[in-house]
Every structure is written in structure tokens, then in C-alpha cells.
């Protein structure tokens, strides 16, 4: 499947089938090293179980996908191992203070104790957190966590990291302050593949899939994308493909 352009994600004809219900239907999508791609739906469209099965999560049906490189079908521990992941709903865990957060999923991604350590004091350092990294996550702002969750997601230098809503629930200032993470990490070569409900953000990404009931509707820059549709913004984009 690999080509002469340098390809974080392949994806060709791939499916998921519940039973009867086709979730993924039959998705091509290519996603470059180093982009930010936009991947949106309305709820039920697919999105969460087309990020499942590139995570190495949820076995396809059929179709074709290599993630990082690597098979979608046999190599998924591998896959694993070379992304990282943020949720909204998850992704620290309450009870934990900010070092031991750090220090746990440093140790799921499988990083030497040494070098973990030197990340983790890098980490607190950068985000400014060394005076609260005895404080439980419970009791931080919901904007320190989400950007601490993304900082986790990236401490063992992915090749793609996957966002799924990552700015739900947080104030505007917050929002931008986390595109500005997300630049960063594009600007130093890690693909950045985020799902959102914010279609503003949509504006911020390299290029953007919308998926309409388990197929991708439309995949292009938002630039093209409102041409196409004669739109003035992705909201309106939006709203023509999903509630047409």
C-alpha cells in the first residue's frame, strides 16, 4: 500500500459491520506525516468506531488500512505501541496525582525508567506543574487537565496522536491555548488526527473528512471545502452534508 508520498495513515475500502448494521462503510482516506486532520460527523456517523479500529482496537471487517506504517489486520500491537491517544471522557485518572498520571502511562506506552523519569520532570517543567505534581487530578481547572492529558498522550514521542474531542467543555481562551499545542506537535513532525464539534476548529486543521452515516462524504482543505459547497464557513459545510 506505501507510495512515494511519506503517509501516517492509508486507509482503502475499510469496513465495520455490527451484525447487520454497517458502521464503517467501505472509507478510503490517505493522512500525510506530519498533518493536522480533521475528521468530523455528527453523532452516529462513525467516527468513533473508524478511530477504534486505526487504534488497533476494534477489528475491521474488511478493507485495507496501515497505520504508522503497520498492518491494521496483524500488527496492531505494534500500532499500539507507536500512537498516542486523548479522550474528553477519559483520559486521567481522578485519583492519581499529576506526576503519578505521568508516570503510568509513561509505563502503559512501555518507556525505560530512566528515560521516563527525565520525560516526566521535562513534562512538569514545560506546563509548569512541578509545584502541584502532588496534587490529585481531581482537583485541577478541566483546561489544566486536558492540556496535561495531550502533553501524556505525547510523552513517548508518537508517530500520530489521536484527539477525540479534545476541547469539549473548556473555555475559549483554553480552546486556542490547546490549537497552539497542537501546532506545535504538527510542527515537529507528529501527525495530529482530532475529531471535534467545534466547527471552528475545523478551520485550524491541514485538511478535513466529513462522514455522513458510515461513509466520508467529503474530504478536502476547508478552503476547498466551502468553494464546493458555496459556504462562508465549515459550519455551513456542515450542516448541508450532515442535515441535508
Not at 507507536?82 to 485518572?93: A, D, E, K, T, V
Not at 461513509?215 to 459547497?229: H, V, W
Request: glycine share 8%.
Amino acid at each position: 500500500m506505501s507510495d512515494t508520498v511519506n503517509h501516517s495513515i492509508q486507509v482503502r475500502e475499510l469496513t465495520r459491520k455490527f451484525g447487520d448494521f454497517t458502521a464503517v462503510d467501505h472509507i478510503t482516506f490517505d493522512v500525510k506525516q506530519g498533518e493536522i486532520f480533521g475528521f468530523l460527523g455528527a453523532n452516529g456517523a462513525g467516527k468513533t468506531t473508524a478511530i477504534r479500529m486505526l487504534c488497533g482496537l476494534l477489528s475491521p471487517t474488511s478493507g485495507q488500512a496501515e497505520v504508522c506504517g503497520y498492518d491494521l489486520f496483524d500488527q496492531t500491537e505494534e500500532i499500539k505501541r507507536n500512537i498516542g491517544y486523548m479522550s474528553q471522557r477519559f483520559s486521567l485518572y481522578e485519583d492519581l496525582t499529576v506526576e503519578e498520571n505521568i508516570l503510568f502511562y509513561g509505563g502503559i506506552y512501555g518507556m525505560k525508567r530512566r528515560e521516563l523519569r527525565s520525560q516526566t520532570d521535562i513534562l512538569l517543567d514545560r506546563l509548569g506543574l512541578g509545584p502541584i505534581k502532588r496534587v490529585l487530578i481531581s482537583e485541577l481547572p478541566l483546561g489544566w487537565k486536558q492540556k496535561l492529558a495531550f502533553s501524556t498522550a505525547l510523552i513517548h514521542d508518537p508517530a500520530i496522536v489521536f484527539l477525540d474531542e479534545p476541547t469539549g467543555g473548556v473555555d475559549p481562551l483554553t480552546r486556542r491555548q490547546f490549537w497552539e499545542m497542537i501546532y506545535e506537535t504538527a510542527h515537529h513532525g507528529t501527525t495530529v488526527f482530532v475529531t471535534t464539534h467545534y466547527m471552528d476548529e475545523a478551520e485550524y486543521c491541514d485538511r478535513v473528512s466529513i462522514m455522513v452515516d458510515g461513509r466520508i462524504a467529503a474530504l478536502d482543505t476547508p478552503r476547498k471545502l466551502k468553494e464546493q459547497f458555496s459556504a462562508n464557513s465549515m459550519d455551513e459545510v456542515f450542516v448541508k452534508l450532515a442535515r441535508p
